[in-house]
């Protein structure tokens, strides 16, 4: 190439690449403005999640007699300080953790050295204590339930649910304490179900008032009955039929009360929309919004409230070991 080309090339305007050029002058959020969207051909939404302002707002305001409280979660999940659950505690202060459960939906416990018998006494002062009729107590205290994950024995309980949503009368509650945990991994994750209730379209909400959904023990716990006795069971446990959206005795707010572990159909829909419904409304725990997050240390506790709020234990330590002990609370029967 001769210096004269050089030259000439040299003197030629750059091409412009469309790559490097910026189209817009604001931040694509402006344009979209605070609200929720689906994008294109999906169920799936983007966006803030602006009705949990008014409830975060609220829960940051509370203040406590007995207790300091450090907010985790937007709308769910907080951590109490400056009480020993090994003492018999007054009746006010128990009144007082019992509101903060209904406030908060999951509360959280630091350092708490529970043996079985002070673990039982302290879960027994919120109501009368269940007996699972298809998880062994393994711990000489049949309202205490253990579970000890190993690699002999895995964890399953990875599925969003509220628990025992079989029983006629579901819990309540229910208060699990770390006993040893893994160096890393075994969370427990929370939703809160009334976040996931108040985010559903009004059409939809129209189309749940109403609407009542089965509920079978077999879907879990069936593999664990004896063939000889399932007629016995069937009839101690028979299917529950709970409404789909279930107002808190306690507070007079309105949850989702379906999950995938549990439910089986909503009661007068054909099989296609009854399973094409129940995705909609599972796939709502799924939002990370709605969701808290707590990291084990030993004599951890958590406490939730089995109707406000849904949980999904991490199975992700395997083959570490994680025992944790499990006392639940009777709870009444849930009505719309």
Not at 74 to 88: C, F, K, V
Request: glycine share 6%.
């Amino acid at each position: 190439m001769s210096t004269t080309e050089i030259n000439t090339e040299a003197t030629q305007p750059a091409e412009t690449d469309a790559r490097s050029e910026v189209l817009a002058t604001k931040d694509p959020g402006q344009r979209l403005g605070a609200m929720r969207h689906y994008l294109p051909d999906s169920a799936m939404q983007v966006g803030p999640v602006t009705h949990l302002a008014e409830e975060r707002e609220r829960l940051a305001g509370l203040r406590w007699e007995s207790f300091t409280v450090k907010q985790l979660g937007s709308t769910i999940g907080a951590e109490l300080h400056g009480l020993d659950l090994r003492n018999r505690l007054d009746d006010d202060v128990i009144e007082e953790i019992r509101q903060a459960l209904f406030n908060y939906k999951v509360i959280f416990f630091r350092d708490q050295p529970l043996d079985p018998d002070q673990h039982v006494a302290f879960a027994g002062r919120f109501g009368e204590l269940e007996i699972h009729p298809f998880i062994p107590s393994n711990t000489g205290r049949p309202e205490l339930v253990r579970f000890e994950k190993s690699a002999e024995t895995g964890g399953y309980e990875n599925l969003w649910h509220h628990d025992v949503t079989w029983r006629e009368t579901p819990s309540m509650g229910a208060i699990l304490h770390s006993i040893e945990v893994p160096p890393v991994g075994g969370d427990t994750l929370f939703c809160d179900m009334y976040a996931a209730y108040e985010g559903l379209d009004d059409e939809v909400k129209h189309r749940l008032e109403g609407l009542t959904a089965m509920h079978d023990f077999v879907r879990a716990f069936g593999a664990q009955v004896p063939q000889e006795r399932k007629d016995e069971m069937r009839a101690l446990y028979p299917m529950a039929e709970h409404p789909v959206v279930v107002t808190h005795a306690g507070t007079g707010r309105k949850y989702l009360y379906v999950n995938r572990v549990f439910t089986s159909h909503i009661v007068g829909l054909d099989a296609e929309e009854s399973a094409e419904l129940l995705d909609l409304l599972c796939f709502q725990a799924e939002t990370v919004e709605y969701q808290v997050r707590f990291s084990w240390s030993n004599d951890s506790i958590a406490f939730w409230d089995n109707r406000g709020a849904q949980h999904y234990a991490s199975s992700d330590y395997w083959p570490q070991r994680r025992v944790m002990e499990r006392a639940s609370i009777v709870g009444d029967r849930p009505v719309a």
